[in-house]
């Protein structure tokens, strides 16, 4: 049977990042795209070494690419030994097999890259399960194309309908895996489901944002615990719960996996038990890192994904976090501090006026404004258990 695919090696491996450029789009957004592939690729295990684009009204139905940026791409990978190619969109079975077939090497997309990066992060059970379900609903459409192209690098005639058997034997296989994998996953809903009622009727905030905004450092500070925190994407991917006390006032916390751009649909079908605890949050921290280039375009992924989850409606606290970094991206040294502070209150106004009043600027590093957001997560569980239990004493003596 066809295996789940992995380019995870002892060493680093070497690789070019390749995306489609839109026409009519700024190539600002195409550079930022394949930044955040860069560091995808980084997480994974990979080392840029070269990135191309190329501008089409559509991409290429057999090849994505046309076939000239292909051949310049091949030379390049020929002179400098280079191991992988990866492509920004997601491929069909039949664009992979044909531009392997071309380029003589391994080639993934962006959704096999974040697949690969979950399955070296699940470490609970229930994490593998997730994500080995989301690899075989990837593969389980594109198994035809994957075929065809080693179909032709073993080559003969009569090769085709052993071939053709096969795919029917991997097609039932893999449908028969996906059923078993799904009952599993029903079986850990029913755990959760359990052990969220048996925490009794605390007010639930949960974390959500783009990955690797920060999410774990503040959920460290502020439930006192030591969660796991590194630079690199889809850090957490089991959500972590921690009872939390303030001023006499008890709450569960939550911190929950990352949401990205072009997040693969199978991943997120996948982690909905996961981001079960979104769902059922009384309240939200939305954090954004502010000093991010494109951190508008993370909010409404974040957003996005909310709606898609059907939890866009619950009250929301937007945590800027890394303010320290914002004002050093942003201000010249040379600047007045006056000048400065005004521009800093403008911003901050703005936010405040898109957020109703639900937005706080911090920096967890550097523990700026963690008092005053400790304030405001207080008074917004203080609120909700007014409206969830108005006739229930819910605070310690």
Known sequence: MIEKKSFQVAKEVHAILVAWWPQGKPESLVTEYLDE?????????????????????????????????????????????????????ELSGSQLGNIEEILKRKVIDRSDLILDIFATRAKTAQ????VELAQ????????RGMWKHLER?????????PGETEIETDRRLIRDKIAALRKRLLEFDKQ???????????????????????????????SKNDAFIENKLFATLDTTTR??????????LSDTVGFIRKLPHHLVESFKSTLDEVREADILLHVVDVSHANYEDHIAVVKNTLHELKADDKPTLYIFNKLDLYEKNTFDPWLEEEVKEELLRQFQRRWNQETQNNAIFVSATEKINLD??????????????????PYKTIFYD
């Open 243 to 252: 009872k939390v006390v303030f001023d006499r006032t008890p709450f569960l």
């Open 37 to 89: 592939l860069s560091f995808l690729a980084h997480t994974a295990g990979a080392i840029e070494v070269k990135r191309y684009y190329q501008k089409l009204e559509h991409p290429d139905s057999r090849t994505f690419l046309g076939k000239g940026k292909l051949e310049e791409i091949k030379s390049y990978i020929d002179r400098n030994q280079v191991e992988l190619v990866i492509f920004d969109d």
């Open 136 to 143: 075989y609903q990837y593969i389980l459409p594109r198994l």
């Open 153 to 161: 690098q073993g080559g003969g005639i009569g090769s085709r309908g």
């Open 192 to 222: 959760a489901f359990t052990q969220r009622k048996e925490r009794g009727e605390f007010i639930r905030v949960s974390f959500v944002g783009y990955t690797n905004v920060g999410k774990s450092t503040l959920m460290r500070f502020l």
């Open 372 to 389: 005053e957001l400790r304030v405001n997560i207080l008074d917004q569980v203080k609120k909700m258990y007014g409206i969830r239990y």
């Open 127 to 130: 994490a593998k399960a997730q």
